[in-house]
């Protein structure tokens, strides 16, 4: 008996190995072994089993890694599929479903309880009509024990999670494991907190900032089966539960669930699709601003579409209003950072001990500090941004690297002039300190990278705003989405046109998102809530559409110009990047490839030009890029991937294919 092995470093062509007899039947398709290579002993995954021998005197399998499979039928047929459509090699796809801390070892040093925290069981609420009848319809699925895509498209505080709890409570009552996956574990803290006091049986949290036992004793316990629900971000999708009755994936449109850093770039809401379906799972999304992928696959029948039109009972939508921010500054007769009317929608809350959000998606004091003489700005050693100013630490920082200057500088690294320099592009920093000047006795609280490094602060910001210790939380994208605060009856967003510009054809849609996510932290409870929207350009589509939470209407139209244009969800891009230290061998591998890209592609692909990426250089390394643009159903890894591992590596280039990229810009 005979076992071929794909082997977790250097070779991505499978080997031929022997099957011990005392192995005997243990060794089966998604064991993981441990098989000599070259004298040395190295971690691998069988893929099929067979009575031929192809070589000559193969080597034993030395021993399995594990007595139980590391990988189910799913999860099998899950790899091989991602390896075909996202051009990656099957090891790196079998890779990137194993932590690495679970591969280096086998067994665990010491038995490690998972901490469990505290709650009180609470019941279930009782659903409104529309919840009930979405509810119907997805556990009918459940019970009937097919593939099945929902997408539950409902408005901000619209009683999404209700849904998801009662769904998964059906799905243990069936005794069907499931997995939910949320963008980002620390961004949901209310999400994690309902669940956990929903179920007396143990929850696996899976996130970034576990620590190596922690993770490596997660991981098994859901092998073992003794967890059978899991909650945790984008690798989640690949836990090895044994009896998967259900998926769904919090915030579909999140742009976290894709992996954009390495091959295969896949995206965790398509992944947890295909998974379902060779699972015969029901899957379920959910989401405020669907994707225009998924709101279009759900028109077309492909998802079955439930709507939440409504809040609960008490809660009525903010009254939304758009701010003329250059009228704004011709009454101050210069920069002015809040309108009127915001600083008077602020002051009435604290007076009536009420709270506010707001958002600013920049954080620093100033984004950019530029050189009176010459109109340089201080850009990063590393890489080709500007460098953000933060005053608490007066420092220049890279967002992108971590590079700092401290203190700025007082002469110009382009002219050598001593400068008085001018800094532009407020960010949350300077939000909080100039708010202070205002209302000297304001209690604020800020949240964005800087002030969530440790790994509790984010927990803790919004444990204090919760319970009322501040009057005004100020931050990034991080207080967008997924929060519940009752007292919050103002939102005001600083800059609403941030994004809008980017040359990107998924920026408008990214930019209502936003938006609307942010706007929905308003009025969750019986008190009437309002939203301030700041913007230089008032009359922009995208602004009004936000402004009316009218997602169909903003739907219509981004989906009529990118069908104009042949855009998503009517074709499928590609992105091919390549990064090195030397930019002009970087840039001339681009285009070696770029004309070998165009040999193998058909004609009904159209191959755009070689261009610097939006952020051209980072971390000393260029970077270049060309997309490739197909018609729908298109497999252009079929075409790609071959070509990329027959060719040579070229020294010191990184090459990343990504297949449906996000971003076709940075």
């Known amino acids: 008996m005979y076992a071929t092995v794909i082997l977790d470093k250097s070779i991505d062509t499978p080997l031929e190995y022997l099957v011990p007899e005392h192995l005997g039947d243990k060794i089966t398709a998604g064991s993981r072994v441990i098989v000599p290579l070259k004298g040395k002993p190295v971690s691998g995954t069988v893929l099929i089993r067979h009575n031929e021998k192809i070589f000559d005197s193969p080597l034993p399998i030395a021993e399995l890694s594990s007595e139980s499979r590391f990988f189910s039928d799913d999860l099998f047929r899950l790899a091989e599929w991602m390896s075909k459509y996202y051009g990656a090699s099957l090891r790196k796809t079998l890779l990137c479903m ?65 849904i998801y709890l009662q769904a998964i409570q059906e799905a243990r009552n069936l005794g069907k494991d499931v997995i939910l996956l949320v963008p980002e574990i620390s961004l949901t803290p209310q999400t994690i907190e309902r669940i956990k006091s929903r179920f007396s049986e143990k929850i696996a949290i899976l996130h970034h900032r576990l620590h190596s036992k922690e993770r490596f004793a997660t991981w098994h316990k859901i092998k073992e089966g003794e967890i059978h629900i899991v909650v945790g971000a984008r690798s989640a999708i690949f836990s090895p539960l044994k009896n998967l009755g259900l998926i769904i994936v919090d915030e579909e449109q999140e742009g976290s669930y894709k992996q954009m850093e390495d091959t295969p770039c896949y995206h965790a809401r398509d992944i947890a699709i295909v998974r379902a379906k060779f699972a015969n799972a029901t899957v379920l999304l959910g989401s405020a601003t669907p994707s225009i992928e998924s709101f279009y696959n759900a028109q077309n029948h492909k998802y079955i579409l439930h709507t939440l039109s409504c809040r609960p009972k008490g809660a009525m939508p903010p009254k939304i209003r758009i701010v003329d ?133 984010h927990d803790v910001i919004f444990k204090e705003f919760r319970a009322g210790k501040a009057d005004v939380l100020i ?35 990214s930019c209502f998102q936003i938006l609307t996510q942010v706007a929905g932290r308003s009025g969750r409870s019986s008190l ?3 939203v301030i929207f700041q913007s230089s350009f008032p009359s922009h589509p995208v602004i009004q559409f936000a402004a009316k939470e009218a997602y169909k209407e903003f739907f219509d139209e981004e989906l009529s110009s990118r069908e104009a244009l042949s855009f998503p969800p009517f074709a499928q891009f590609a992105k091919l990047v ?55 159903g298109t497999t252009i890894a ?11 590596r070229p020294y010191g280039i990184h090459i990343l294919f990504d297949v449906d990229p996000l971003n076709t810009f940075f």
């Open 98 to 162: 194993i932590p690495a801390i679970v591969r280096k070892k086998t067994k665990t040093d010491e038995e490690l309880e998972i901490e469990e925290d505290e709650f009180f069981l609470q019941e279930k609420k009782s659903l409104s009509e529309e919840q009930q009848k979405a509810f119907d319809a997805i556990i009918k699925t459940l019970h009937d024990g097919i593939f099945a895509p929902h997408l539950l498209f409902g408005v901000t505080g619209s009683g999404k999670t209700e």
């Open 325 to 457: 921010m250059q009228s704004e500054r011709e009454k101050a007769q210069g920069f002015s950072l809040f309108s009127i009317p915001l600083l008077q929608g602020i002051e009435q809350r604290i007076k009536k001990g009420e709270q506010v959000l707001l958002f600013l998606n920049r954080r620093g004091y100033y984004s950019c500090q530029k050189c009176e003489h010459c109109d340089e700005v201080i850009r990063c050693k590393n890489c080709d941004i500007t460098l953000t100013f933060h005053k608490k630490e007066n420092e220049l920082s890279c967002h992108l690297c971590g590079f700092t200057m401290s203190p700025p500088p007082t002469v110009c690294p382009s002219c050598h002039r001593e400068a008085a320099f001018k800094y532009k592009g407020p960010g949350t920093e300077q939000v909080e300190r100039s708010l202070h000047k205002i209302f000297p006795e304001i209690r604020t609280l800020r949240m964005d990278r800087d002030t969530t490094k440790k790994k509790e602060s």
């Open 475 to 509: 931050g990034t994208q991080m207080i967008a989405k997924g929060l519940h605060f009752p007292s919050v009856t103002l939102v005001g967003v600083i800059s609403a046109d941030n994004g809008l510009m980017v040359p990107d054809f998924r920026s408008h849609e």
């Open 528 to 530: 009437e809530g309002e």
């Open 578 to 632: 390549l990064s090195g230290k030397n930019e002009e061998k970087t840039k001339a591998e681009t285009e070696k490839l770029h004309k070998e890209c165009k040999q193998v592609l058909p004609s009904s692909c159209i191959l755009y030009p070689p261009i610097p990426c939006g952020h051209a250089k980072i971390n000393t390394r260029y970077r270049f890029q060309f997309l490739i643009k197909g018609p729908k």
């Open 638 to 648: 079929s075409k790609i991937a071959p070509l990329l591992q027959s060719r040579k």
